[in-house]
């Protein structure tokens, strides 16, 4: 992180500080006959390398088994989430004493494990604290905002159970949501949030231990996690008939096929990974590597798109308009205010290029792709007209970063290893329409040709910070001239102080300085 200009402020604030002991005073149709887009190349191969499989011997405290009495048992965990791309996947949870079960959305983008704590339009079941015995209050009001929606609770702990998870009951922090906007949307079948992001990103503070830590400390398992989200070529409807599993403590091997390859989590917070390029139809979008991972790119479960930055989307865009040979698409297509519709006895998949994400491997100096087909990026929607149907464009701009959300998710099996800091991809079983897969991962490939660090040294939060310093620095430059006028000004009285002069803690500003 770069220096801020802080000193010239700090040099001004001495000078003040020295100056007061003077004197105090938001649809369509098309044409369908179009090209078909070229195959991939990709990038060259490692010469004579080879990516052994990553097996259950490979990684030292990795579980990949578990005893079907003991407190893991992954089998259980097989299809325990529902839900969609639109409207996110959810587990079942019991929470309180009496149980009151809830659904709760999966969402690897934030950390904070909260429910619904009053009812409201939108939410068919809430948790009402004074029903559980268990419940304890800390008194902690919550504040979190999302990309879409906010809410504001009270903190508190309370035991939790989960049906298709690990055996047992926990002792577990829950913000209860007394306040929401854009957050529990029409027709959602979930009543709150469980964030599985680091506790960096936990509200109000990092010291609020998270919902996974208190599991891992609780339940004795290993830090990991993985996660499969079946709803590849599915409408995106929000009736909650695609399923998927969240599998607690390590890796199913029946959720996956082919090998894993591990990408190295660069921070801690989200799980930020490195983005080396894209490609569209086989074709690099030769970009700077440092614009896709503008500020940052991260693996979010809890996002709906694939969600790239401006400079990248609209490159991404123009590509898949060149390669497809589609020039009829209104604008408002790719900015997702309006449908594309075909006869439903056609598919448009045909019509579409595959798109690319390549990251770098934990041996730095090769990369491997994860390719995602059309069928997973241009998604079906229900209910529109009775001889159309209609899809969305599964990709949107993002001003602060690359999410890999719910679009490409779905065609993977992805492995949140914390305990190694790493992100997982393997090919998904269930990333299949019409028995044909849909995604794939390929590789090693050399990185030579790419810079060591794709990974921009200012983050998000850097540029506020400048923002602030030069505001701080024009402020205490007026300051200083007001004070410099008065120090040339003639003094007007001497004043003796006495003991009514001195402040006491009452009253003194000390305890209104900013900290």
């Not at 139809?281 to 970009?287: K, M, R, S, V, Y």
């Not at 693996?299 to 930055?309: F, Y």
């Not at 003094?491 to 500003?509: A, I």
């Amino acid at each position: 992180m770069g220096a801020l200009p802080a000193a010239p402020c700090l040099l001004l604030l001495l000078l003040l500080a020295g100056a007061a002991g003077l004197c105090r005073a938001r649809s369509f149709s098309f044409p369908l006959r179009v090209s078909p887009p070229a195959a991939p190349s990709g990038s060259p191969p490692v010469p004579g390398s080879s990516r052994p499989p990553a097996s259950p011997g490979e990684a030292d405290g990795l579980a990949l088994a578990s005893q079907p009495g003991g407190a893991v048992s992954f089998l259980a965990m097989v299809e325990n989430l529902q839900g969609d791309s639109g409207r996110g996947y959810y587990l079942e949870m019991l929470l309180g004493t009496p149980p009151q079960k809830l659904n709760i959305l999966v969402d690897t983008g934030s950390s904070n494990f909260a429910v619904a704590g009053a009812p409201t339009p939108d939410v068919t079941s809430y948790f009402n604290t004074e029903k559980s015995s268990t419940y304890k209050s800390q008194g902690t009001e919550v504040t979190v905002r999302y990309t879409q929606g906010s809410w504001v609770g009270v903190l508190g702990t309370d035991v939790i159970t989960i049906p298709k998870g690990i055996n047992g009951t926990y002792t577990v922090n829950v913000a209860t949501i007394l306040e929401s906007e854009n957050f529990f949307l029409p027709e959602v079948k979930w009543h709150g949030i469980l964030g599985l992001a680091y506790d960096a990103l936990a509200k109000p503070s990092s010291s609020v231990e998270t919902f996974f830590d208190s599991l891992v400390s609780q339940a004795k398992i290993p830090n990991i996690f993985s996660l499969q989200m079946c709803g590849a070529g599915m409408p995106v409807s929000g009736s909650g008939t695609n399923g998927g599993s969240l599998v607690m403590g390590g890796i199913e091997p029946s959720l996956y096929k082919g090998d894993i390859w591990y990408t190295p989590i660069k921070e801690e917070w989200y799980y930020q990974v490195e983005i080396l390029k894209l490609e569209v139809g086989g074709q690099n979008l030769n970009l700077d590597c440092r614009e896709y991972n503008a500020d940052k790119a991260i693996v979010d479960s809890g996002t709906t798109l694939l969600r790239l930055p401006q400079k990248v989307f609209n490159a991404v865009v123009e590509a898949i308009v060149r390669t497809s040979l589609i020039q009829t698409f209104s604008s408002g297509f790719w900015t997702g205010s309006q449908l594309a519709c075909w006869d439903k006895t056609e598919t448009p998949w045909s019509l579409f290029p595959k798109l690319s994400i390549y990251l770098r491997d934990e041996n730095s100096s090769r990369s491997f792709r994860i390719t995602i087909l059309p069928q997973l990026y241009i998604q079906p929607l229900l209910g529109i007209g009775q001889n159309l149907e209609c899809y969305r464009f599964g990709i949107s701009s993002s001003t602060n970063a690359l999410v890999i959300g719910a679009t490409v998710m779905e065609g993977f099996y992805v492995i949140f290893d914390r305990a190694h800091k790493r992100v997982g991809f393997a090919v998904s079983p269930c990333a299949e329409v019409g028995g044909s897969p849909v995604s794939e991962i390929e590789g090693p490939f050399t990185t030579a040709d790419i810079a060591s660090n794709c990974v921009s040294t200012v983050t998000f939060h850097e540029p506020m910070l400048w923002i602030i310093s030069y505001a701080l620095m024009s402020l205490c430059g007026i300051i200083l001239l007001v004070l410099i006028i008065l120090l040339l000004l003639p003094p007007r009285c001497q004043h003796r102080y006495t003991d009514n002069d001195v402040v006491n803690d009452e009253s003194s500003l000390v305890r209104h300085r900013w900290k």
